[in-house]
């Protein structure tokens, strides 16, 4: 059974062939034929903002590949909060430690609207001699990543922190970051909501990011790599 509620009740299906993401998904060596017998059994699946994918220790029959949107995976802690350990975005795979442990070993929850992919995990494990390079990197992707969350996100000045946390974001088709909320960020970056609020603040005052509608972002690159690299810029 799977955690958290779904938004629509009818899972949609498309052609595997025709997906936008098509080179950046664990399937994206398999030949066309191979590609339409796997659509037949992978399912569409939205979640919205607070949405559980899936929660530790559930059984890990599944694998999902992220196709739009952002996915937040976060371990309990001994007093009863919870700590962020990695985000997957766009072409990204959650579950991957299924294939090994046949659980799940984080909770898997959507910051953003986010549109995934179901694999059921006997189909991977039918098709790993096929998928073993693409496994592999998507392994390496992880691994990357969750460092990347713990070196970039965890240390440094608030103000650094939030800086990297809008570079490791990928934009949007439309070109603008989407930013969870506060209280997320917060958890994510080791900060309170009020600190990083004020940070964001200083950012749209220093012209370093630009708030076009709710929670969204158009960004300068190049001032935030400077902040991020410790540039003495006050916000």
């Known amino acids: 059974m799977e955690s958290g509620q779904y938004s629509g009740n009818i899972a949609s299906r498309m052609s595997c062939s025709c997906c936008q993401i098509r080179t950046e998904t664990l399937f994206s060596k398999l030949c066309d034929d191979e590609l339409e017998t796997a659509t037949k059994l992978i399912v569409n699946k939205t979640l919205s903002p607070g949405g559980a994918l899936y929660n530790r220790g559930d059984v890990g029959d599944s694998l999902y590949t992220v196709r739009e949107g952002l996915i ?58 096929k998928l073993h390079s693409q496994l592999m990197q998507k392994w390496h992707e992880a691994l990357t990543q969750a460092h990347a969350c713990t070196r970039e996100l965890g240390t440094g000045h608030a103000r650094q922190r939030v800086a990297r946390l809008f570079l490791i974001i990928s934009p949007s088709q439309d070109g603008l970051v989407r930013l969870f909320s506060r209280e997320d960020v917060g958890l994510l970056l080791g900060l309170t909501t009020e600190t990083v609020s004020r940070m964001i603040a200083g950012f749209k005052r220093k012209e370093i990011i630009r708030e076009v509608s709710v929670n969204k972002f158009e960004i300068r690159i190049d001032k935030l790599q400077a902040v991020s690299a410790g540039s003495d810029i006050n916000v």
């Open 72 to 129: 937040k995976l976060q371990q309990p802690l001994s007093e009863g909060s919870a700590r962020i350990v990695n985000l997957l975005g766009q072409g990204q795979v959650a579950g991957l430690e299924a294939i090994v442990t046949r659980y799940y070993e984080h909770s898997a929850i959507a910051l953003l609207p986010t549109k995934l992919c179901k694999i059921p995990r006997t189909m991977v494990d039918s098709l790993a001699p």
